[in-house]
């Protein structure tokens, strides 16, 4: 068997014991190099999976699902995106398997679309950490059924212009009305990750893998 998706790997410096393992979902438009740049400032004793996203838009990227546009609304395809949720919740199982990772020590860093994915992933599966970066909770994605406590660090930019900053706090009150805890942060950028923010999420999972 062999995974669906092409992805970078970093394995632990640890070869004897089973690494916490963290998964990286990039954003629309983007692919698997993005966020693997955070791969000097994890910890050297987890194994890092960088994923690319399935759809092809374009040479070197790729989204997780499509986006769509009429005049000013935005949508998307609610369909693949619950089954590229769940496809993704099965291949880290693979993962886990075929590099033997910590099934109980598995975090998710998701930029954009990927932080989107990354929060209905966290409430659907054992996930141990979720960081959700310049993303939201779609209500229509998430399903609460997660009876682990997924810890969650939740970051935006204030002049975020690809999804706003004030819509995307609004939705964290999806998280507040299930009780769901969570360790929210804001940054003075836009749609995407400085060195504050940077530094900001290295530091609060440090402790946590």
């Known amino acids: 068997m062999k995974s669906d998706f092409f992805y970078l790997i970093k394995k632990s410096k640890e070869n004897d014991v089973k690494s916490p393992i963290v998964f990286l979902l990039h954003g629309f438009g983007s692919n698997e190099q993005d966020l693997f740049s955070f791969a000097p400032y994890l910890s050297e004793d987890v194994t890092i999976i ?3 996203a399935p759809i092809s838009l374009y040479p070197n990227s790729f ?7 009429s ?3 935005k949508s998307y395809d609610k369909e693949a995106a619950k089954l590229i949720k769940d496809k993704l919740i099965s291949e880290m199982n693979y993962f886990i398997k075929k590099y033997n990772c910590d099934p109980l020590r598995i975090t998710v860093i998701g930029f954009s679309q990927g932080a989107i994915l990354g929060h209905a992933i966290a ?3 054992n996930i141990k950490n979720l960081v959700a970066l310049s993303g939201y909770v779609d209500n229509d994605l998430v399903t609460f059924d997660n009876k682990n406590k997924t810890s969650i660090y939740i970051s935006h930019g204030r002049d975020d212009e690809v999804i706003p900053y004030k819509d995307s706090f609004k939705t964290n009150l999806i ?3 299930n009780k769901i805890d969570y360790d929210y942060k804001s940054f003075n950028q836009g749609h995407g990750v400085n060195n504050n923010n940077l530094e900001s999420f290295i530091s609060w999972l440090k402790d946590k893998y």
């Open 63 to 69: 989204a997780w699902y499509n986006i769509y546009y």
């Open 71 to 73: 005049g000013s609304v």
């Open 50 to 52: 960088s994923l690319r």
């Open 123 to 125: 409430q659907s599966s």
């Open 175 to 177: 998280l507040d009305d």
